[in-house]
């Protein structure tokens, strides 16, 4: 099925730094979600958007839905050990289903 | 705390043998959907139910099969598994409500590992 192109594909950061993912499509979507997976797990919503150019924070992580409607990047600033996880963004266009993006893989080191 | 549920968290067959997942949630939803997850990849969505009607993915296999008896609960049916049905099994929902604009948010159980030997 058709898939968000999500980049960078890992990151390999040390702690404190900030970090910045983001995910495009050739077709616009009405609704951004950001998830973070951890091993073992499921998806857990972090942050949704809802308006082109909106921009909604969630601790140390911001998201915007970009002017488009064809893009949206996550920000975590100073990241610390426990933001250890693969990061998806998921978009929804006129149908209520998920497209996912390829997901971002983010491993911190101290 | 209002939750998705998945029973059991690891499920161990054998090659052939037909197996269930479940899954339950406390959050009244209206919508409950089945993923396939396989390792490093994003979910692929199964199918999915509104209400009791229930909606199909064009390349979801035959072996695959769900039944919602009720509001709250969603089970998931493989009929002869192979080893390529070995994967992270996720359950999610939505409240589906259009007018709702938060209706498209999807809320995962924390998923089903299936084996298959």
């Known amino acids: 099925g058709q898939q968000l192109n999500q980049s960078p594909q890992s990151m390999f950061i040390q702690e404190g730094e900030d970090v910045s993912m983001n995910c495009t499509s050739s077709?616009?979507?009405?609704?951004w979600l950001w998830y973070k997976q951890d091993p073992g797990e499921g998806p857990v919503l972090l942050i949704a958007l809802y308006k082109a150019g909106e921009l909604t924070s969630n601790g140390r992580l911001t998201a915007q839905f970009g002017i488009t409607r064809k893009d949206s990047f996550l920000n975590i600033s100073a990241s610390i050990p426990s933001d250890v996880g693969i990061y998806f963004c998921a978009g929804t266009g006129t149908a209520s289903k998920l497209t996912f993006g390829t997901g971002t893989r983010l491993q911190v080191t101290l | 705390d209002a939750m998705v549920i998945q029973n059991p968290r690891y499920q161990v067959t054998q090659f052939g043998k037909p197996v269930t997942l479940s899954c339950s949630q406390t959050l009244n939803h209206n919508v409950m959907y089945w993923y396939q997850q396989k390792s490093s990849q994003a979910p692929k969505l199964l199918f999915h139910?509104?209400?009791?009607?229930?909606?199909n993915e064009a390349d979801t296999p035959d072996n695959f099969q769900s039944r919602r008896p009720n509001t709250s609960f969603c089970f998931l049916d493989i009929r002869s598994p192979g080893l390529g049905d070995a994967a992270m099994y996720l359950c999610?929902?939505?409240?589906?409500?259009?007018?709702?604009?938060?209706?498209?948010?999807?809320?995962f159980g924390p998923g089903t590992r299936l084996t298959v030997l």
């Open positions: 077709s616009i979507f009405n609704t």
């Open positions: 139910y509104y209400d009791k009607d229930f909606n």
């Open positions: 999610a929902t939505s409240r589906g409500t259009v007018r709702d604009s938060r209706h498209n948010e999807q809320f």
